[in-house]
C-alpha cells in the first residue's frame, strides 16, 4: 500500500510540474512559441545523396535558433517558466532557465535572403526561396520551400599572363588547381585555391605575399550552365610583396628577457660556420643545440613552412619559456633579403615536484605514495633534461582474513633525454618540426610483502623517441634490461605455491634483454571535429642475441642461465585501436579494439609474467574486478573472495577486448556515458592447473561481457569518473553471471 501510496504522489507531482512548465505558458497574447524552421528543396539537379548534404548545411543559417531541448523536450523552457522574479525562483530562472524565443523575433525575409546568398555561392545562381508561417496554437515555425535552379560548373580558368616575376611564380602553380574543369562553382573552393597559392608562393621566398592581393572572377554569361575563371593579381599589391626573398644572415639571441626592449648588441658573439650568430654573454648553451633547430641557412629563400619548423624545434627543445621571431628587410645588390633574429627566454634551470597520493580498492586495500622529483632543464649545456624521481608508498590491508599483510614500495629512477640522435658512429639528420630526443633511463624498484616476500626490481633503458609530423610518433629502444630477484620468501607463501602453484610465477626470478617498438598514430591532433581514428602498436622482442650466441633450447632442457636466472626469449605484439564520432558538442561514440599475442621460444616455455596479458579492471571490462578474468573459461578459485590472501592475477599469452561507450555531456561539468565491455585472455598452450584456458576457435563464446553506466565531473584539467557495471556474461563453464554490481572510481576516460 505505501508503494502505491508513494507512486501516485509522484504521478501526482509529476503532471503538476509539467503543467507549472508549460512550455506556451508565458506567451505574450497576439505572438507564438517559435519551435523552428523546416527547410525543403522543391526543384534541383542535385542527386539525393548531394541534396541531403545541402540541406544538412541550411539547417544551421537561419536565425534565431529555438529554445534548446533535450530528449526531445525543452527542460530549459520549462524551468524559466518555473522560475519567478524574487528569490530561489530567480535563481533558478536565471541559473537552468532560458526565456522564450518568439515568433516576433524571426526575420522570415532576411532568412530567405541568407539562403539565397549560401546558394549562390555553391553555384546556384538561379534560386529562389518562398517562405509561410505556419501556427498551431500558440506555437508556430517556418517553412521554407527551396528553388535551386541549374548548378553552375567551372569551365576553365586563366592564369595571370602578364611577364612578372610574381605572374610567372603564380603560373608555376596551375597544376595544382583546386578549380578543375567541370567541378561545382564554389567559394569555399575559390577561397581555398588563393589560400593553396599563397602558401606555394610562401615557401618560395614571397615572405610579404598574402592571399589578399588576389583576386578570382568569373563570368556566368558563357552559357550552359558554365563558369569562366579569371585569375588576377590586384593592382593595390605592393613592390615588396611581388618578390622572392632570401636569408641573409641569423642571429640567435639564446638569454633573452622579455623586459629587454633592445637586444644585446655589445655581447659575446659566436660565429657558428656560416650558418647562424649566437648573441649571449653567458654562453650558458652550446651551438651544437641550435644546429639541428636552424632551419634557415644564409642563402636560401625564405619559406614558411621552414620558418614553423624552426619555432616549433625550438620549442620543442623544453628549455625555453617564451619564443620571439623577427625578420628585417635588406636592399644588397637590388637582390631582396632578410635578416632573421630570435629571441629566447630561458626556463628556469632546475625544477622541483612533490606529489602525496591516496588510494582505497575493493580488496579492503588502502595506501598512500609519496612521489619527489627534480629536474635540470640544460644538465650539460645543452639542453638536456635530467630527472631523479623518487617514491615511497604503503598499502595496509585494513580488514579481512588477513590483516597484517601489508605492502612497502620504495624505489626510484634517474632519466637523461638529449634533444638530438645519439647513434654511435653516425650521423643522423631528423627533418620536419620537431626535435628527436635520445632517452637513457636507470631504475630501481623493492616491493616487500612483509609476510610474504621481498622483490628487487631494476632496469635500464636507451632508445629513440621522434615524431614524424604531429600525428605520428615512434619510439624505439634497442636496449631494454630488467632484472628481478625475489628474497625473503616467506613459508607461508611457499605452503600456499604448494596449493596453487600459479602463484609461483610472481616470485620467478627474471632477466630480460631486448628491444621495443612502438609507433602511435592519433588522427585527432588538429581535427576540431573530434571525428577520427587513434592507433598504437607495440614489438617487443627479447633474447634473440644471448639465444643465438647461446643456441638455448627448453625443449631439450638446454636452458642457460644469467645472473642466477634462465634468460627471457620471446616476441610479443600489441595493437590498440580507436575510433572516435563526435554526433555533435554534447554527444560522442568512443570505440576501442584491443589485439595482443605473445610467443616464447629459445630459453623460455612462457613469457614472462610481467609481460602477460590481463583483462578487468576501470579501464578493461568495467563489470569484473581487476585482472580477474580468464584465462579462458578458468575461473580461480579465489575469484569471488574479497577476504583472500592472494586475489586473483590471471594472465594470458593472447588478449583480445572491444569497448564501447556513448559519451553525454548534461551540464555545467557533469557527463554521462553508457557503456558496455567484451574481452578476455588465453594460455597459447594447455595447462593442467588451468584447465579450458587455452586458446581455441571457440573463444567467441568465451568471452566475457558487461555493461552499465557512468558519471563524469570535467573540471577540464581533471576528470574523475565513476562507472557502474554489471556482469552480462562470464567466460567460466557452467557458471551463471554475477549480478553484483562493480563501482569503478578513475581519474581520465578508460580510453
Known sequence: MNIIRDKSLWIICT????????????????????????????????????????????????????????????????MHNLGSEKGIGKWIRNKFGEPPV????????????????????????????????????????????????????????????????LAEA????????????????????????????????????????????LLLESDTTIGNNEVAMYLTIKKITPEEAKHPYKIKSVVIYPNYELSNNRQEVDSTSIQVGERFVIIDSTQIFKPIIFESAMQFRPGDLYSRKNHNATLSRLISL????????????????????????????????????????????????VGSQVNIGWRHRNAFRAAEQFSINLFAGIELQVNGNFANTNTYRIGGEASLSV???????????????????????????????????????????????????????????????????????????????????????????????????????????????????YFNGLIDIAGNILGLVTGADWRTNDTINFLGSPFSQYVKAEMDIRYYKQFSKKINWANRMIFGYGLP?????????????????????????????????????????????????????????????FRIKLFSIIETAIFADAGNVWLRNDDPLKPGAKFSSKFLNELAMDAGLGFRLDFTILLLRFDFAFPLKVPYANTPPDKSMVLNLAIGYPF
Open 170 to 213: 603564380i603560373r608555376a602553380t596551375e597544376s595544382g588547381t583546386l578549380l578543375k574543369s567541370g567541378t561545382p562553382f564554389n567559394l569555399n573552393t575559390i577561397i581555398a585555391e588563393r589560400t593553396r597559392i599563397n602558401t606555394v608562393l610562401k615557401d618560395k621566398g614571397y615572405y610579404f605575399f598574402n592571399d589578399d592581393y
Open 15 to 78: 503532471v503538476l510540474l509539467l503543467s507549472a512548465c508549460s512550455s506556451v505558458k508565458n506567451i505574450p497574447e497576439n505572438d507564438a512559441l517559435f519551435t523552428g524552421s523546416k527547410i525543403d528543396i522543391i526543384e534541383t539537379p542535385l542527386l539525393p545523396k548531394d541534396k541531403k548534404n545541402v540541406l544538412d548545411e541550411l539547417q544551421v543559417l537561419p536565425v534565431p535558433r529555438p529554445n534548446k531541448k533535450f530528449l526531445w523536450m525543452p527542460f530549459k523552457l520549462w
Open 102 to 165: 518568439l515568433l516576433s523575433q524571426v526575420n522570415e525575409n532576411l532568412n530567405s535572403q541568407i539562403l539565397d546568398n549560401y546558394l549562390e555561392n555553391r553555384g546556384f545562381f538561379r534560386v529562389r526561396v518562398d517562405n509561410e508561417i505556419i501556427k498551431k496554437g500558440k506555437k508556430a515555425y517556418i517553412k521554407y520551400e527551396i528553388f535551386t535552379g541549374p548548378e553552375y560548373r567551372v569551365r576553365d580558368i586563366s592564369f595571370p599572363k602578364d611577364s612578372g616575376e
Open 419 to 533: 634533444p638530438r640522435f645519439m647513434v654511435p658512429f653516425i650521423k643522423v639528420k631528423s627533418p620536419g618540426e620537431f626535435v628527436p630526443r635520445t632517452n637513457m633511463l636507470l631504475g630501481y624498484e623493492q616491493l616487500n610483502r612483509n609476510t610474504l616476500y621481498t622483490l628487487n626490481s631494476f632496469k635500464a633503458q636507451y632508445g629513440y623517441l621522434w615524431k614524424e609530423n604531429k600525428r605520428k610518433e615512434h619510439q624505439l629502444n634497442p636496449i631494454s634490461i630488467s632484472y628481478v630477484n625475489p628474497i625473503n620468501i616467506t613459508q607461508l607463501y611457499r605452503d600456499s605455491i604448494l596449493r596453487n602453484p600459479t602463484l609461483a610465477r610472481i616470485t620467478d626470478r627474471q632477466f630480460i634483454i631486448g628491444s621495443t617498438y612502438n609507433y602511435n598514430y592519433n588522427q585527432l591532433i588538429g581535427n576540431t571535429n573530434q571525428t577520427g581514428l
Open 318 to 365: 623544453g628549455a625555453f619559456k617564451f619564443v620571439k621571431n623577427r625578420f628585417e628587410t635588406v636592399v644588397d645588390s637590388n637582390v631582396m633579403r632578410l635578416n632573421t633574429y630570435y629571441y629566447l627566454t630561458p626556463m628556469p634551470k632546475k625544477a622541483y615536484r612533490f606529489e602525496l597520493l591516496g588510494t582505497s580498492k575493493t580488496n579492503n586495500l
Open 601 to 661: 621460444y629459445g630459453n623460455s616455455k612462457q613469457i614472462p609474467f610481467v609481460k602477460q596479458f590481463f583483462a578487468g579492471g576501470n579501464n578493461s571490462l568495467r563489470g569484473f574486478r581487476s585482472r580477474t578474468v580468464g584465462p579462458g573459461s578458468y575461473r580461480s578459485p579465489n575469484a569471488g573472495n574479497r577476504n583472500a590472501l592472494f586475489l586473483p592475477d590471471q594472465s594470458g599469452d593472447i588478449r583480445f577486448e572491444v569497448n564501447t561507450e
